[in-house]
T-cell receptor, first 111, second 114 residues
Framework: LAKTTQPISMDSYEGQEVNITCSHNNIATNDYITWYQQFPSQGPRFIIQ???TKVTNEVASLFIPADRKSSTLSLPRVSLSDTAVYYCLVGEGNAGNMLTFGGGTRLMVKP | NAGVTQTPKFRVLKTGQSMTLLCAQD?????MYWYRQDPGMGLRLIHYSVGEGTTAKGEVPDGYNVSRLKKQNFLLGLESAAPSQTSVYFC?????????????FGQGTRLTVV
């Protein structure tokens, strides 16, 4: 399972766009990139997943460059309720994938 | 839709006592996982299962045992609890492997060992 590196914490203000970058230099050909969000005292929640280029859903966008060695989660116009920890995971579809989490990025949105 | 349900939500144990945490999912998922999360830290995988009757060790399996006798249930056991096992425990399930399938998490079990 490819190891990931994310900033430990980030601050932002309401209404701003937030970009969280994840580095995964050892990503394998079959690996997908997945982001989860975790609020205090709750389990993580799936946000978005991608393999290459750009993926967008109602919550976020995920940008993946051609070399796939990094990815950027983009949250448009954040609000106070987006304050959470964001985890980047990289893994493949083969049986036995363990779904391991790193330390995540703690995002604090200020008024 | 119940999703993933963990029982109990809170528990206090004395050192040396044993207990079992129950995780139940109603989504017919093949994969199930048990994690622990210490204050201010990320989730660490304890054990996981890729199907009924199968289990495998994760990153921090020592001191824990698991069983997956039924597809919908994944049990985590502590045979002799230690203060170092004080943590919040999360269960998760996914249809396919975690690399490509959305995982659904329970609400957590807060365990304190005194």
């Amino acid at each position: 399972l490819a190891k990931t590196t994310q900033p430990i914490s980030m601050d932002s203000y309401e209404g701003q766009e937030v970009n969280i970058t994840c580095s995964h230099n050892n990503i394998a050909t079959n690996d997908y990139i997945t982001w989860y969000q975790q609020f205090p005292s709750q389990g993580p929640r799936f946000i978005i997943q991608g393999y290459k280029t750009k993926v967008t859903n109602e919550v976020a966008s995920l940008f993946i460059p051609a070399d796939r060695k990094s990815s950027t989660l983009s949250l448009p116009r954040v609000s106070l309720s987006d304050t959470a920890v964001y985890y980047c995971l990289v893994g493949e579809g083969n049986a036995g994938n363990m779904l391991t989490f790193g330390g995540g990025t703690r995002l604090m949105v200020k008024p | 839709n119940a999703g993933v349900t963990q029982t109990p939500k809170f528990r206090v144990l004395k050192t040396g006592q044993s207990m079992t945490l129950l995780c139940a999912q109603d989504m017919n998922h093949e994969y199930m996982y048990w994690y622990r999360q210490d204050p201010g830290m990320g989730l660490r995988l304890i054990h996981y299962s890729v199907g009924e009757g199968t289990t495998a060790k994760g990153e921090v399996p020592d001191g824990y045992n698991v069983s997956r006798l039924k597809k919908q249930n994944f049990l985590l056991g502590l045979e002799s609890a230690a203060p170092s096992q004080t943590s919040v425990y999360f269960c998760a399930s996914s249809y396919g492997t975690g690399g490509i399938s959305e995982a659904f998490f329970g609400q957590g079990t807060r365990l304190t060992v005194v």
